[in-house]
């Protein structure tokens, strides 16, 4: 068969900083000739980018390369990402897997799939290598719906939380230098696309590997033309400094919507987590950026269910979040994963009690969100249109992270539009009048 019939899917699990390496992998396949196709589709090849965040995401993996082998028998499935790199012969005895690629891997993959087709072999193929070797940085950014793009701007975590094993799948906390990262922005507004979101796995201990810094870095992309918006994915609140915050208040660009890591709300399961700061910090960082930026939009991630998390202690986050009123949460229900201090733990707390506490987490959370919605009703915002037109209606996100509503028109389609915030549609967007 000619390499210009065959057709390649891909499927990503996981984080945002999977799905930007996943687009810039796909983007080799497609310069090189190659059709790419939904993965619900036959193909020739599959290439699975991993999560191993938790023993759901290991088994999602392994129900999908077993989904693709049975939809296109004899396909090459190719298998990178935290999985592949924590447990590469596990992954590679499932039926039908053809390549494993670790995380120094990765950035390979394109080219060895291509030998491998060339080569037509059937023997499973492993390459991976110890985490503490890995030291290379796969270059990386999305282009997905053509209005915003995921760079990954770092990789890799020096921090050793308990519950943690990015750092094992991922390696030592590093980067690229500043200057290639601005290349790669100009390259994103030069394709049209008008928002950056700067991804990376501990991205405040940006500049690690090249004696740079994180605010040197934003203050650098700012000056990007054509780039109209920056997000950051998500930051410690102990690498939030006052000089991030303070830039990201002057700046027309950096939007006012934080993703801050918060886990716990006590001192004590956070001691137990080994993160590196108690809530006193947190709270000082959400105080400082509330002084200088109005209404900003936080996103906390929380963790429940962690070993020695008593109802007490959960009720203290609780009460907590509630005072803090973030816009959001992101809750996970505590997972033990191998190889992490964690497992030696006492006071591990019954499933039914995680289960309930993610529910309840869940419900403040709908409340929180609506209640920023609503206070923000009867102000105006600046939308960026997506291109989806679904069911006449189309959506966009303004700064603050607002999903607005409005009737389609193509010609707003990655336009920043003024709106004015009208009233909650009963799913809880945004209605907006143009
Ligand atoms: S900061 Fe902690 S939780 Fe985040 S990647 Fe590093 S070790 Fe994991």
């Keep these: 068969m000619e390499k210009e019939s065959k057709k390649v899917a891909f499927y990503t699990l996981g984080c945002k900083l999977n799905f930007s390496e996943t687009s810039t992998l796909a983007r080799q396949f497609t310069e090189g000739g ?3 196709v939904q993965h619900h589709e036959a193909a020739d090849i599959y290439v ?4 191993s965040v938790t023993e759901h995401a290991d088994k ?7 989904k693709f082998v049975k939809q296109s028998p004899g396909a090459v499935i190719a298998v990178t990402g935290c999985y592949a790199q924590l447990k590469p012969e596990e992954v590679a005895n499932i039926d039908g897997v053809k390549l494993v690629m670790g995380a120094a891997e990765k950035g390979e993959l394109y080219k060895r799939v291509v030998e491998l087709v060339e080569e037509n072999s059937t023997i499973p193929e492993v390459h991976s290598c110890e985490i503490t070797q890995v030291d290379n940085f796969f270059k990386a950014y999305s282009m997905g719906d053509r209005t915003r793009s995921f760079l990954k701007v770092q990789d890799g975590c020096d921090y050793r939380c308990s519950y ?5 799948a991922r390696g030592k906390s590093r980067n690229i230098p500043i200057g290639e990262l601005v290349t790669q922005a100009h390259e994103i507004a030069a394709s049209g696309i008008k928002e950056v979101v700067l991804t990376g796995v501990n991205i405040g201990d940006f500049g690690k590997t090249t004696g740079e810094s994180f605010l040197d870095l934003i ?6 033309q054509g780039i109209e918006r920056y997000r950051i994915s998500s930051i410690e609140p102990n690498l939030l400094t006052d000089q991030v915050i303070e830039f990201c208040a002057q700046s027309a660009k950096f939007m006012p919507h934080f ?11 956070l001691g137990l987590m080994r993160r590196r700061y108690r809530r006193e910090v947190f709270e000082d960082r959400l105080a400082k950026v509330r002084s200088l930026i109005p209404n900003p939009f936080f996103g906390i991630d929380v963790i429940v269910g962690f070993p020695g998390e008593t109802e007490e202690d959960f009720q203290d986050t609780y009460q907590f979040l509630e005072r803090l009123q973030p816009a959001f949460l992101h809750v996970f229900p505590y997972s033990e994963r191998a190889n992490t201090p964690t497992v030696f733990m006492e006071g591990k707390v019954k499933d039914s009690d995680i289960t309930d506490r993610a529910h309840r ?3 403040l959370c709908d409340q929180l969100h609506r209640q920023y919605y609503e206070r923000c009703v009867g102000t105006e915002g600046l939308v960026l249109f997506e291109s989806a037109n679904r069911k006449g209606k189309m959506y966009g996100f ?6 607005v509503e409005v009737p389609y028109d193509k010609q707003l389609v990655n336009q920043l539009v003024p709106v004015r915030y009208a009233s909650l549609s009963p799913e809880g967007h945004m209605i907006g009048k143009l």
């Design 219 to 224: 203050r650098q992309l700012d000056t990007v």
């Design 259 to 269: 993703h801050i890591p918060l886990q716990s709300g006590t001192d004590k399961i």
């Design 164 to 168: 943690c094993t990015i750092p094992l």
């Design 34 to 36: 190659y059709q790419k």
């Design 361 to 363: 987490l869940g419900l």
């Design 60 to 66: 999602k993996c392994r129900q999908a390369i077993r």
């Design 398 to 403: 303004s700064e603050r992270y607002i999903k």
């Design 48 to 51: 699975i980018n991993t999560c």
